[in-house]
């Protein structure tokens, strides 16, 4: 994280910072810092991170068309017609799980 003020991290319950077997955890008990030296004003200096890269998508191109799909399953299109919509695959799920009951 970089920032040219300040950043603010804000978490509900707990804050941990991890590295190198050492850690900083901020909560409700306070602040505990753990490693095998704890170094407070003796110098030092900070690292250095490196900012976000995003790489952005390949080569765009138009969509085929600008008209949806037809829908896969004609059973699909009746039900979407009657306001009833209809999922094979839920359908299959919920008449196994009422043969399992039985």
Partial sequence: ??????????????????????FIKLD???VTLVGPQIKINSGGSPGNGTGASPILPGKVVAADS?????????AQRQALMQ???L???????????????Q
Avoid: N, W
């Fill in 28 to 30: 409700a008990s306070g």
């Fill in 1 to 22: 994280l970089s920032s040219g003020l300040k950043v603010v991290l804000e978490a509900g319950a707990e804050l941990t910072f991890k590295a190198a077997g050492s």
């Fill in 83 to 85: 306001k009833k919509p």
């Fill in 87 to 101: 999922c094979a695959i839920c359908e299959a799920a919920k008449r196994e799980a009422a043969d399992a009951e």
């Fill in 66 to 74: 600008d008209k949806a799909g037809e829908l896969l399953i004609q």
